[in-house]
Nanobody
């Protein structure tokens, strides 16, 4: 298993910046992809940014040029730098890790989520 804990959320005015952190523990060496997702009230959870173990990144169109995902391998931490925040960025942000773990029957995929951290950008 991989345990994820998010932090760094809060209230910030439009145009401001915020950095989210995700701390991982457990079987982190088996993680292939990590990312940030968000869910606004009444809306579907959506991918914000993600990266593979090789460093390849992908961003939602709505955040390209404003958000940056990066990691700190020694600490097994994932970050999301959010700049030029907009009211539509208001959501609960979740850290995600996907990969596999070895079992007696072979590899087994896993999909771990943190508890989420709230980001509020008032209009």
């Amino acid at each position: 298993q991989v345990q994820l804990v998010e932090s760094g959320g809060g209230l910030v005015q439009a145009g401001g910046s915020l950095r989210l952190s995700c701390s991982g523990s457990g079987n982190v060496l088996s993680v292939n992809t990590m990312g940030w997702y968000r869910q606004a009230p009444g809306k579907q959870r959506e991918m914000v940014a993600r990266m593979t173990s090789g460093g390849s990144t992908e961003y939602a169109d709505s955040v390209k040029g404003r958000f940056t995902i990066f990691r700190d391998n020694p600490d097994y931490a994932l970050y999301l730098q959010m700049n030029s925040l907009k009211p539509e960025d208001t959501a609960v942000y979740y850290c995600n890790a996907m990969g596999y773990k070895s079992t007696d029957s072979g590899p087994r995929i896993f999909d771990s989520w943190g508890q989420g951290t709230q980001v509020i950008v008032p209009s």
